[in-house]
């Protein structure tokens, strides 16, 4: 290959890589949302069985 070739290849590995790496940062900060928002229902969960634990207790007198 001669240079011209080469260059023409490192502009369309470079254009691809930048691509790859844009849809990663996307996968990534799509993962760390729903981790979050998991977390979010998980202790709105724990403040309600907490809440119907207290109900019941409050009965069983």
């Keep these: 290959m001669n240079d011209e070739n080469w260059a023409?290849?490192?502009?369309m590995y470079s254009e691809n890589l930048d691509e790859l790496s844009a849809h990663d940062r996307k996968s990534k900060g799509k993962a760390v949302r729903k981790r979050k928002w998991r977390e979010i229902e998980n202790i709105k969960e724990q403040r309600r069985s907490r809440r119907e634990m207290e109900?019941?207790?409050?009965y069983s007198y």
């Design 55 to 58: 109900e019941y207790e409050q």
């Design 8 to 11: 023409e290849f490192d502009d």
